[in-house]
């Protein structure tokens, strides 16, 4: 069966410091990879979405910048933190290919707590 | 702009009664939705799905129901339990694309 895990599940960065979150997939090849904030008391927000190695697409301006150097990892970065990057980060993925009539479910990982103080 | 709209923040609900979520969508493409639950600190899981060819699937106490002409999809929860306090978000994709629209989700409290 297919696992994703995220890490670290909780941290807190002072502003202007770096950034790193890591996700990997188990048990499929060749997904589709989402990184997601949930801004407190706020939906889910798409961030970047990657469908292959390197290549990425981001939703919204931002402080933040994916990559993905692996078919089944993808890391979400940023140089220097602000204030507004606190949020609940999660990671997702979901098979590229559709059924007839039919269409993919998006799983998530266990999400990151990340404070910026 | 916001392509899938759920237009209740919260909802409160006696154990046992049924809980009804709603949803609204824009985008005429989207021929999938889904609905997640969600818990505090927690990743979403996935509930139940219905393609845009339904109009209702059903999988235990979860009953998703859709209404094209309307744009309009709703999930039932029969009977709600205590243990399904929790966040539920609806999304939505379309055939051309690999997004996942997520509405703003809905605060379900039940009451024992």
């Known amino acids: 069966s297919q696992t994703i895990h995220q890490w670290p599940a909780t941290l807190v960065q002072p502003v202007g410091s770096p950034l790193s979150l890591e996700c990997t997939v188990e048990?499929?090849?060749?997904?589709?990879l989402y990184w997601y904030r949930q801004a407190a008391g706020r939906g889910l927000q798409l961030l970047f979405y990657?469908?292959?190695?390197?290549?990425i697409s981001s939703e919204v301006p931002q402080n933040l910048s994916a990559s993905r150097p692996q078919d089944r990892q993808f890391i979400l970065s940023s140089k220097k933190l602000l204030l507004s990057d606190s949020g609940f980060y999660l990671c997702?993925?979901?098979?590229?290919?559709?059924?007839?009539?039919?269409?993919?479910?998006?799983?998530f990982g266990e999400g990151s707590w990340l404070t910026v103080v | 702009d916001q392509q899938v709209k759920q237009n209740s923040p919260s909802l409160s609900v006696q154990e046992g009664r049924i809980s009804i979520l709603n949803c609204d969508y824009t985008?005429?493409?989207?021929?999938?939705f889904l609905w997640y639950k969600k818990y505090p600190a927690e990743g979403p899981t996935f509930l139940i799905s219905?393609?845009?060819?339904?109009d209702k699937n059903e999988d235990g106490r979860f009953t998703v129901f859709l209404n094209k002409s309307a744009k309009h999809l709703s999930l039932h929860i029969v009977p709600s339990q205590p243990g399904d306090s929790a966040v539920y978000f609806c999304?939505?994709?379309?055939?051309?694309?690999?997004?996942?629209?997520f509405g703003t989700g809905t605060s379900l409290t039940v009451i024992p």
């Open positions: 997702a993925w979901s098979e590229k290919d559709r059924e007839t009539y039919s269409g993919n479910t998006i799983y």
């Open positions: 048990g499929t090849s060749n997904p589709n």
């Open positions: 990657s469908v292959g190695i390197g290549q």
């Open positions: 985008n005429s493409m989207f021929d999938y």
């Open positions: 219905i393609s845009s060819i339904k």
């Open positions: 999304a939505a994709s379309a055939r051309t694309g690999n997004q996942f629209y």
